[in-house]
């Protein structure tokens, strides 16, 4: 199926991507190509198969209640792109 | 030395014939003398690897060593590794030195393998010619014209190039034995859940998995000693028992069914990896193995589905990348809005922002029964198929690639053209198989020689079965051996 | 034109693990920034989670306690969205298969009528982290040590009618919380927290009006304030012609009011699926069995036996089980004077006045059971009358000493030697020959005045029935 240019710019807006107008056309005709080879599995009837998540019917195992880590506060912060007393900086979150 | 194989590698060093550092400086130098043509390393650790070597060496002198204490080895740079630059070939994580180590890595360091650097690699291991790296294309040694195939190319292409022993590599569709098929190595993707992820920068949780590129099915089986098995940090990893892969390398042959899928010799196939095929199946006939055709009838939807639940998968897992706690950030972002948007959109390539979207909007709301919920029922049918097969066979062996390695920027056009040479491999991850591609002949078609790769299948946490396969064909014939001039 | 108000909460509460959910890190409440989250909680690339045990059990252990379906096979899901807070650009959450299914939950208003409230869900997920909006040249601070906290996110069904319905749920909710000791419940420090939505229809309508969704409700005063504001200025709203519009709007108690949450205009579209960095969790009979032998006598169960074992009211029985701790500060206190009726009336009459004046919890009391026990037991073997039972618990909050301490060394014991209170009887009537005129001229108020006095001389040690007996004896003449 054939994605509109809105369609790019809605999907590019929830994924947090910039895409420049001079770019759109060019993604929504490769992103349709790609949905093109994808629907080909639409005319198969899977109706009485249920949908396989992972490879292998295994159950979560479950880690005891302990607290493993200690602070590596500086450490991590090193390769942070702005920080202040601590806190990562990031440009106003308006609530 | 003409036989650098781990296997052979660890045996000199045992013998003293040569020390770790020594070995450790000839590939420093063979990669300084020859990275700018291939383009393998993204990062070369030079100090790293020497003090490796150096504690290497001391360990043997104590005689605290496995097979792999000194080996020289390359980490594809998807694997995070302490105080080194992690980058997965994106500018996005180009200035990304990771705080700790991969369960792979640390499972390797602890068996006293020297790092010799990190790979290229497709960015973010979306790819399969190597052509999406932000650090430039790797060629492939046995032509450099042509791509090596991705996604762990830079690892396929320094196996080749001899530019490491042995390297790592994951593979999600085929990204291990896609390059090993194309550079004429040995490239082995384990069950899924039988390595730990823990530290492999993820591309899709429910299909990637690691594994070694490397030059036998004896150096494969060596590696995976050492990194298969249950890791607590990862839950996904499988706590079943790891058997040692050496130990069944040897074994007869006699009695092997071998399937060989009648959808893998149909269209599409070139004449030359059939003929391959064909050689190869004598081989086998000659060591007692017995073949027959099977089914696996709905493999041509694998990349249909694969193009949903990979990229599904990843939109996801990559929205990590923000710009806040590590990583690239745009310069004077005017809001938070504006930070996120454009450090995502200068920070990623083209070909993993296609992917996102597609994923984005196999997700959204009103398509994910048609896409996700679709594909996850196909991925069903495709299990079945091998599960079908695996009653009537012990192991499949098919093509690994449909061609041997185009040319660069042949693909770029379109990148489902691209999506579909991968036909033979992705089906092998859907369904979480152990798959290995061996080396099985060379092309004389476009001038210089060209390896063809051919893959070898096994059931569920079948690894031993399908690495002493393996081995016995190279027991037999000398495909592996074939080195391209460097 | 008469409005019913429609309320369904989605109440958040924190569990009470050592761990995150998915990561080793701490939770304590008030560490410095971003020294309790480690590299899982940052999202670094690569990390993995895996589940605590035991917010799993603490899950399971509140759907027992509110006898829900436990589900079996519960999953994780991805819920997509960007936030400075949410470090992996995803929540991990439980959409389709939650680990506490449907029940439901029976609620006390202050007129002492009951109304049953659906719960359609309890799921489990991770918290955020926070945004410090103080200035720092115009941007805001990341904190993520609460980035990963297990939550059990309980949601009911749009069955309240009115703020006190919401407010008594919420401190059903609260109650059952603190006595599984699954989560502390502090709705200040944000272990619990409330988000209402909220619409209003008319009176007799069957289909709903458009709902808001109140977020940052951080007390129960608000939870009912925020209600009674929105459902106004919707109903304000309607009857102006407007039109409700379906959004997050954000509460603020200093002002007391509801304003939209620009952050959430744009409609969400989650694109949740199913986590594929964990495996279903498959809950057998056995880890259910094992928790339900944890599970404690739980509030409504203990009322119940209160008003059959110490044969209380059923207010007395409710206060006293309103919360773990107080009941086993009640029985505590019964075990040791034997009167559960004068022990109901200290601990939740004077005791209460104290702890409520002190703002403290009854785990902090300044009288420990074992003490306040003495004292009733000392009114109860008539030691001392009710009157200087009061002024040796005074006392009593002033320092460690035991009643039978004060007592003592203040000389308060009781005087109930007939000769003593025939001695003390003769000197008021001796002294006050003018009451007496007037009383045996038939004024019969003045004998609480002899009372008084009695008790004056006596510093109220006399023994009032004694006393009384004695005087309207020696009145007569």
Redesign the interface.
């Known amino acids: 199926m054939a994605l509109a240019l809105s369609d790019v710019e809605k999907i590019a807006h929830l994924a947090r991507l910039h895409i420049s107008t001079e770019d759109a056309e060019e993604v929504a005709r490769r992103i349709s190509s790609i949905l093109e080879l994808i629907d080909q599995m639409q005319g198969v009837d899977t109706t009485s198969v249920a949908p396989l998540a992972h490879p292998f019917d295994a159950v979560q195992r479950l880690r005891p209640d302990e607290v493993t880590e200690s602070d590596q506060r500086d450490y991590l912060q090193k390769i942070a792109p702005a920080t202040q007393d601590g806190l990562y900086l990031v440009p106003k979150v308006i609530e | 030395m003409s036989d650098r194989t781990v296997a052979a590698l660890s045996r000199s060093l045992a013998l003293g014939k040569v020390s770790s550092v020594e070995l450790t400086r000839d590939y420093l130098d063979r990669i300084a003398r020859h990275n700018s043509v291939y383009n393998a390393y993204i990062t070369v650790t030079e100090e790293l690897a020497l003090a490796q070597a150096a504690e290497a060496d001391a360990r043997r002198a104590r005689g605290e060593h496995g097979p792999l204490t000194g080996v020289p080895i390359a980490h594809k740079d998807i694997?995070?590794t302490r105080d080194v630059l992690?980058t997965?070939a994106s500018k996005m994580?180009g200035?990304?030195?990771?705080?700790?180590d991969?369960t792979v890595v640390e499972r390797l360091n602890a068996a006293g393998t020297v790092t010799l650097g990190k790979t290229n690699m497709d960015e973010f291991a979306m790819g399969s010619s190597n052509e999406t790296s932000f650090f430039g294309a790797v060629r492939n040694p046995w032509d450099t014209e042509r791509v090596p195939g991705g996604s762990s190319g830079g690892s396929a292409a320094a196996v080749a190039a001899d530019l490491c022993a042995i390297a790592t590599g994951t593979d999600t569709g085929g990204s291990i034995r896609q390059p090993a098929a194309f550079c004429g190595v040995t490239g082995f993707k384990p069950?899924?859940?039988r390595i730990s992820?823990?530290?492999?920068?993820?591309f899709?949780?429910?299909l990637d998995q690691a594994g070694p590129i490397c030059k036998s099915a004896e150096d494969a089986a060596l590696m995976m000693n050492v990194i298969a098995g249950p890791d607590?940090?990862?839950?996904?990893s499988?706590?079943a028992p790891v058997p040692d892969y050496t130990a069944t390398l040897n074994d007869s042959l006699k009695g092997l069914r071998i399937g060989v899928p009648r959808q893998h010799l149909a269209e599409g196939l070139g004449k030359e990896v059939e003929q391959a095929l064909q050689d190869a199946l004598k081989v086998f006939e000659s060591l007692g193995a017995t073949v027959k055709e099977i089914d696996l009838p709905?493999n041509?939807?694998s990349?249909?589905?694969y193009?949903?639940v990979a990229p599904?998968?990843a939109?996801?897992n990559?929205?990590?990348?923000?710009?806040?706690?590590?990583?690239y950030?745009c310069e004077n972002?005017?809001?938070?809005?504006?930070?996120?948007?454009?450090s995502?959109?200068?920070g990623?390539g083209a070909e993993v922002?296609?992917r996102?979207?597609?994923g984005?909007?196999?997700?959204?709301?009103g398509y994910?029964d048609?896409?996700?919920?679709?594909?996850?029922?196909?991925?069903?049918?495709i299990?079945q198929d091998f599960d079908k097969a695996f009653a009537e066979v012990d192991v499949i062996l098919g093509p690994t690639t449909p061609h041997t390695a185009f040319k660069i920027g042949e693909k770029n056009d379109?990148?489902?053209t691209m999506?579909?040479e991968d036909i033979y491999t992705i089906g092998v991850n859907?369904?979480?198989?152990p798959g290995i591609s061996i080396p099985a002949g060379l092309s004389s078609t476009s001038g210089k020689p060209l390896p063809i790769g051919i893959q070898l299948v096994g059931s569920?946490f079948g690894e031993a079965r399908l690495l002493n396969v393996a081995h016995q064909f190279q027991q037999h014939t000398d495909w592996h051996l074939q080195r391209p001039e460097v | 034109m008469v409005w019913e108000t429609v309320i369904g909460l989605e109440v958040h509460v924190q569990l009470a693990t050592k761990s995150k959910l998915f990561s080793g890190s701490s939770t304590t409440f008030g560490a410095a920034p971003n020294t309790q989250a480690n590299i899982f909680d940052l999202a670094m690339p690569g990390t993995l989670p895996v589940l605590n045990a035991e917010a799993l059990r603490m899950a399971v252990k509140f759907g027992l306690a509110i006898d829900a379906e436990i589900g079996r096979r519960s999953v994780f899901d991805r819920k997509n969205y960007f936030y400075p807070d949410l470090p992996k650009g995803y929540q991990v959450s439980q959409l389709e298969f939650p680990t506490v299914g449907k029940s439901q939950l029976e609620i006390t208003l202050e007129d002492g009528s009951t109304r049953t409230i659906g719960i359609t869900r309890a799921h489990m997920e991770e918290d955020a982290g926070k945004s410090l909006h103080e200035d720092f040249q115009g941007q805001s601070g990341i904190d993520l040590n609460r980035a990963g906290t297990p939550l059990l996110e309980i949601v009911s069904e749009p069955e309240l009618r009115n703020a006190k319905e919401a407010v008594a749920y919420l401190k059903k909710l609260h109650s059952i919380i603190r006595y599984l000791g699954i989560s502390d419940g502090n709705m200040a420090q944000g272990s619990m927290r409330c988000d209402a939505n909220v619409s209003v229809r008319k009176k007799g309508a069957t289909e709903f009006g458009t709902r808001t969704e109140i977020k940052n409700i951080n007390s129960f005063r608000f939870v009912e304030k925020a209600i009674l504001h929105e459902a106004q200025r919707q109903i304000d709203l309607i009857e102006d012609g407007g039109r409700v519009v379906q959004e997050t709007r954000l509460y603020d108690s200093d002002r007391d009011e509801t304003r939209s949450m620009r952050s959430k205009e744009v409609a969400n579209d989650y694109r949740y699926f199913p986590e594929p960095d964990l495996l279903p969790v498959v809950i057998d009979e056995a880890f259910i069995e094992a928790v339900r032998q944890e599970l404690p006598e739980l509030p409504g169960a203990k009322c119940a036996r209160f008003v059959a074992q110490y044969a209380l009211s059923d207010y007395d029985a409710g206060v006293l089980s309103s919360t773990r701790a107080l009941a086993d500060y009640f029985e505590q206190v019964v075990a040791i004077c034997g009167d559960a009726k004068l022990s109901a009336n200290w601990v939740s009459v004077d005791l209460q006045a104290v702890l409520n004046k002190q703002d403290l919890e009854v785990e902090e009391s300044p009288i420990s059971a074992e003490r306040l026990g003495g004292l009733i037991a000392r009114i109860k073997d008539q030691t001392i009358s009710s009157k200087i039972a009061k002024t040796v618990f005074e006392a009593m909050l002033e320092s460690d000493h035991s009643a039978d301490e004060i007592i003592e060394s203040q000389g308060l014991k009781q005087v109930t030697d007939t000769g003593a209170i025939e001695k003390l009887v003769d000197e008021v009537i001796a002294a006050n020959p003018e009451q007496v005129e007037q009383y045996r001229a038939g004024k019969e108020k003045v004998f609480a005045f002899f009372i008084g006095q009695a008790m004056k001389v006596s510093r109220g040690k006399a023994n009032p029935a004694q006393l009384n007996e004695l005087l309207r004896e020696k009145l007569k003449g």
């Open positions: 694997f995070c992690t997965c994580l200035n990304f030195v990771s705080p700790y991969a069950s899924y859940g992820r823990w530290g492999m920068i993820a899709a949780s429910s607590p940090k990862d839950s996904t499988v706590d709905n041509h939807l990349v249909s589905a193009y949903v599904a998968e939109s996801a990559l929205s990590r990348f923000d710009g806040v706690r590590y990583g950030r972002p005017v809001n938070l809005e504006d930070m996120y948007m454009r995502r959109g200068e990623f922002k296609r996102i979207l597609v984005t909007y196999a997700l959204s709301a994910y048609a896409y996700y919920l679709k594909a996850q029922r196909i991925r069903r049918l299990k379109d990148p489902v999506y579909l859907l369904a979480g198989l569920d």
